[in-house]
């Protein structure tokens, strides 16, 4: 079955859609590989309440609820309210809660809380999530204020300047503590001497109890217990017939980890992780990313399975085997750049499993390690996801979008001829050597850029792909087939990052996620800055607003520039450039602008966020209970699947 043939689309509903994605070559792994795979799914998918709960207090319960309304009301389920009912539920199953996953404001219901009593009222109470000593009534009250009250924990992640980001975030990794207090209680435990430092805060919950601060540490036997355990006994199986010995003793300290929740041995499990690259198979899993955490220290749950895809691969390999050449000819002072760059690993691979906090949202690129020393005397290990990218890059062709946006004729034949090409390899130079490039100052921090951290790494590491994906040497190199195709990767970034990505925020809002915040500042940035030489334009036909670069070479000379101050910022632990550069150009949205591009996207009849269904992995069983195979279902089903999760890996 070619691509074409795939129909990707599963399910499409307010500012979501949900696809599949395939397993290209599945069937060619060996026995033992699709074992092993079988084994880290299983694990990948048993923390799933993990991700929920960190996310806010009350979302086990919430999801609980819906779920249970779902597959037990009687009502009518053809009317306006049901149907508006399940669009709220399916949206709160996308985003792992009721806080959307991108912007992280929460998620307001379009029916009314009368009704949703009314349908938890109908439903035999043996069937709700009834917490201890709680009743119906208890419950209706407790939900309906929760999901009802639009300023009651309205955001997840507050990110804004000046107020209190530990108080005014919804994110369950503290509680009953404000911003000073949890400065305060970590100021002692972080030694910005060391330098081996653990990552400190990573796997617990900040807890207030009778005055005094404690952790709450993420472990077998303790917080989250019930649900690390199944982790644990998936993770057991997978050792035995793990690839190498180096990836079951990984597997060994990951399992120690989990049941200690020792930072140090997180990083001795890391380090091993960052080594073992000959492997085809391969995973993440645990608490990794502080994306959700306003001061960037605690990691939300998450997990992939993944194998290679071989021929994708060879790409990545000619970037990682020039990574020197790359550090050495960067624009960033001498002195933050790495005089040696160690173990820069790199592959396309394709998703078997995704899980926690990738699930249904997936990256389409990772590196990791997060630990700078770590990178800086091991390395790291950066994937592409190939078969995910390949499924946004089917799903949207010939949608109408690039029509509507592209400059002119031009840039729109392009990005058609070169942008799948030019959007790999930025990011497979955005992962691969951007994130593993430079390093701190003797004595940084590593946590001093606190709420503004994730927005310039990601920025960092997408300068460090932008100012070298129009380089000669990447010509050389045979990355690229000539410098129209890295404009065409210029075009696309500066589109997305002046104007397309608005379609992503809703009116008044300023821009709140990294990622975004990132590409907003780098673009305004550039703008401002070649201003004067006109390097890029704003300009209006019939009423429309677009975007054109005039002199690329010169926006490249910017992008350098702006790589040099960034990676100074993060060297030297600058806060308050950090600041500067975030809020003066990432966070604020013209409002008319704004507007007009919400209107011209509506149109499209598009959803600016995309998720996915993950295929079912079916064991083969022979006659004495042994494996024999491992078959790939693809789901249609994308309700189905979530109400199956909930049956089958709720541990908590």
């Not at 949206?91 to 307001?108: E, M, P, Q």
Request: contains cysteine; negative net charge.
């Amino acid at each position: 079955m070619s691509n074409n043939d795939f129909n990707y689309f599963v399910d499409q509903f307010d500012d979501m859609r949900v696809l599949k994605y395939r397993l290209p070559g599945f069937e060619s792994l060996t026995l033992q590989q699709k074992k092993f795979i079988y084994f880290l799914s299983q694990a990948a998918l048993s923390g799933r309440d993990i991700l929920w709960d960190q996310n806010f207090k009350f979302n086990i319960q919430i999801r609980k609820t819906l779920e249970a309304i779902i597959e037990n009301f009687k009502g009518d389920k053809d009317s306006i309210e049901y149907k508006t009912f399940l669009v709220y539920a399916r949206r709160v199953f996308f985003a792992n809660g009721i806080h959307h996953h991108y912007s992280t404001d929460k998620l307001i219901p379009g029916f009314s809380g009368n009704y949703f009593e009314s349908m938890i009222r109908s439903i035999d109470q043996k069937l709700l999530p009834l917490a201890n000593s709680q009743d119906v009534n208890s419950l209706v009250s407790v939900l309906k204020t929760v999901i009802f009250d639009e300023k009651l924990f309205a955001r997840k992640v507050e990110l804004k300047a000046d107020i209190d980001i530990i108080a005014g975030s919804a994110v369950n990794v503290y509680e009953g503590v404000n911003q000073k207090e949890v400065e305060d209680f970590y100021s002692g435990k972080i030694d910005s001497n060391d330098p081996r430092p653990i990552s400190v805060g990573l796997n617990s919950k900040v807890i207030k109890m009778e005055g005094k601060l404690f952790e709450d540490v993420y472990r077998s036997g303790g917080l989250y217990g019930p649900a690390i355990d199944q982790i644990i006994y998936w993770l057991e199986k997978a050792i035995d017939i793990a690839g190498s010995g180096k990836q079951k003793e990984g597997i060994r300290l990951l399992i120690s980890f989990y049941k200690t929740g020792d930072l140090n041995v997180w990083d001795q499990f890391n380090i091993l992780w960052a080594q073992d690259s000959d492997g085809d198979v391969d995973y993440i899993n645990g608490f990794i990313e502080t994306y959700s955490d306003p001061l960037g220290m605690k990691a939300t749950w998450e997990a992939i399975v993944d194998y290679i895809d071989a021929e994708a691969t060879k790409r990545t390999k000619i970037i990682t085997d020039n990574a020197q050449w790359f550090e050495d000819n960067s624009p960033v002072q001498q002195k933050y750049r790495k005089e040696k760059v160690k173990g820069v690993a790199a592959k396309v691979i394709n998703i078997a499993m995704l899980g926690g906090d990738c699930y249904p949202a997936a990256p389409l690129g990772i590196n990791l390690p997060n630990a700078n020393w770590i990178r800086k005397e091991v390395g790291s290990k950066s994937v592409t996801l190939g078969n995910i990218t390949n499924a946004y890059d089917i799903t949207s062709q010939g949608n109408g979008f690039l029509e509507e946006f592209a400059a002119d004729i031009n840039e729109a034949e392009r990005i058609r001829k070169f942008g799948a090409l030019s959007d790999a390899l930025h990011t497979d130079l955005h992962e691969c050597v951007g994130h593993a490039s430079g390093k701190l100052a003797e004595g940084t921090d590593p946590n001093a850029l606190k709420n503004y951290a994730s927005a310039l790494e990601e920025a960092r590491a997408d300068l460090f792909a932008l100012y070298y994906i129009i380089d000669k040497k990447v010509m050389e190199l045979g990355l690229l087939p000539d410098e129209d195709a890295a404009k065409a990767s210029y075009d696309t970034y500066l589109r997305n990052g002046l104007l397309t990505q608005l379609v992503r925020i809703k009116p008044g809002k300023d821009i709140e996620e990294a990622h975004m915040r990132n590409r907003s500042a780098i673009c305004h940035w550039v703008y401002e800055n070649g201003k004067s030489e006109n390097v890029v334009e704003f300009f209006s036909q019939e009423g429309k607003s677009y975007v054109k670069i005039n002199d690329y070479l010169k926006l490249r000379n910017l992008f350098g520039e702006l790589l040099k101050e960034i990676q100074r910022i993060k060297s030297e632990g600058d806060f308050q450039a950090g600041k500067n550069l975030i809020e003066n150009y990432g966070v604020k949205v013209n409002s008319q602008l704004h507007s007009e591009i919400l209107e011209r996207y509506k149109k499209l009849n598009l959803a600016p966020y995309t998720g996915f269904v993950n295929p079912t992995l079916v064991p083969v069983f022979d006659n004495n209970g042994e494996m024999t195979d491992l078959k790939v279902e693809y789901a249609d089903d994308y309700l189905g699947q979530m109400l199956y999760y909930g049956k089958n890996y709720s541990f908590l």
